[in-house]
């Protein structure tokens, strides 16, 4: 299955007030249990490289 979605941002103000914001990413769709097999409370391992993100649960 694929879905577009468009990067939001998060605005990191706390105490530092001099944060810039950041890229955010939100998934959330009833497809991330039925499709993918990720539940509530699962644990998960984020991979980052150029242009790719990937996502594995940790068995």
């Known amino acids: 299955m694929k879905k ?5 941002y ?3 103000q706390g105490v530092r007030r ?5 890229p955010k990413i939100v ?4 497809f991330i249990k039925k ?3 990720f539940s509530i409370g699962d644990k998960v391992v984020v991979h980052y490289s150029p242009n790719s993100i990937i ?5």
């Not at 001099?18 to 950041?22: E, G, I, M, N």
């Not at 996502?55 to 068995?59: E, F, H």
Request: overall charge positive.
């Open 4 to 8: 577009e979605i468009t990067i939001s």
């Open 10 to 12: 998060q605005n990191r």
């Open 18 to 22: 001099d944060l810039p914001t950041s």
């Open 27 to 30: 998934l959330s769709n009833h």
């Open 35 to 37: 499709i993918s097999g």
């Open 55 to 59: 996502i594995n649960k940790i068995k």
